[in-house]
């Protein structure tokens, strides 16, 4: 049976199972639909510039090596990001003729190709040459085919898709009992990297006012806390802003995160920029109103009455997000629903063997 080789620069290990842990999902659910897949990955989210040159180097040896070796057994490639990764599928197109697929996740685009000339132009050429293009969103779409000119047939807007056998409802009572969290409060949650970016230190400071409409209330950050000096920030601005029920807790199994979407009242995640926002979707899965930025993919998957949109960096429109959420004010079942049922895997799989069996033809 041909390979389909996945190259990716973030992949979970068990001391870190949330770094990419959404790359590792889709390749399991390629193996149990009986497809040939080797995975060749950055597993070590750890920084500093030697660290990183040494892990890169590393990474890029062993993908060329693999390349070479199996060259006559490889279908194609398919890269996570298109810079760096997508360098890899790229030069294994033109030194030994593998077609590859590349998906675009939206950092890539929104930071990567926007610090250089160099990077910009070598992710123009990354993104031409693919035999196709995934996007996770539909802004994503559209800087793809207008800023770096890939014909729109070429581009397909395949989100990493929620998986619900996993995340799915429960009873909110019996999964805070189990987690230890009160039943009568208004929970807040946050899942992701606590980083600026995030827009962590807004929500703080948002669910401050928040809790001046609700007393008995708590915020739980749930997330990697590598950035210590952000972290400190916000430590101080809790001190600031007089909070005391702002818990912070480390990165959690998909099983246990289900859990604790169901306990929530309400999730929030005030990016300044998402590509698509794959933790929205998951608390949408489970039942669970979602607050974000109207950003990037966001805009798209929550509008409509799916979630509650609000004005990024803005305390103010923030906590009423918030507050309109936990009333379920604008939300309307049905279109959260719709917008899980378009994006669970099974449904996105479908259409990537179907991307994958037209390239091999």
Do not use: C
């Not at 950050?221 to 809790?238: A, C, H, K, P």
């Amino acid at each position: 049976m041909e390979k389909i080789v996945i190259l990716s620069n973030m992949y979970p290990t068990k001391n870190h199972p949330t770094f990419g842990i959404f790359v590792k999902n889709q390749v399991e659910q390629l193996k149990n639909a009986g497809m040939n897949v080797e995975v060749i990955a950055i597993d070590e989210p750890g920084k500093g510039k030697v660290l990183t040159i040494k892990k890169y180097l590393s990474w890029f040896m062993r993908s060329m090596a693999f390349l070479m070796k199996n060259k006559n057994e490889i279908s194609l490639t398919h890269a996570h990001y298109a810079f760096p990764t997508g360098v890899l599928s790229f030069i294994g197109k033109k030194v030994f003729n593998i077609p590859y697929v590349v998906t675009v996740h939206g950092g890539d685009i929104d930071k990567m190709a926007k610090k250089n000339v160099v990077i910009n132009r070598m992710t123009r050429r990354i993104l031409t040459n693919a035999s196709q293009v995934i996007v996770v969103g539909e802004r994503l779409k559209k800087e793809v085919i207008r800023g770096f000119h890939v014909q729109e047939a070429r581009v397909d807007v395949l989100s990493m898709g929620v998986d619900t056998s996993v995340f799915k409802k429960h009873s909110q009572e019996e999964v805070r009992k189990e987690l230890g969290i009160p039943l009568a409060e208004k929970i807040v949650l946050f899942v992701g990297n606590v980083i600026r970016e995030k827009g962590v230190s807004e929500l703080i400071q948002a669910y401050g006012k928040m809790k001046q409409q609700y007393g008995e209330s708590r915020l739980y950050i749930v997330g990697s806390q590598r950035d210590t000096q952000f972290v400190e920030e916000l430590t101080e601005v809790i001190r600031k802003e007089g909070i005391h029920d702002v818990y912070f807790h480390q990165p959690l199994s998909q099983e246990q995160l289900a859990k604790w979407m169901s306990a929530a009242d309400v999730l929030a995640l005030p990016s300044y920029h998402e590509g698509f926002g794959l933790v929205a979707l998951e608390a949408m899965a489970t039942g669970t109103p979602v607050v974000g930025s109207d950003v990037g993919g966001l805009s798209y998957l929550l509008n409509d009455g799916a979630g509650i949109l609000t004005r990024p960096k803005e305390v103010a429109s923030l906590a009423e997000g918030l507050v309109k959420a936990i009333e379920r004010k604008g939300i309307q079942k049905e279109k959260m629903e719709k917008v899980v049922e378009k994006h669970a895997t099974t449904t996105i799989l479908k259409k990537i063997q179907s991307i994958y069996e037209n390239i091999r033809r």
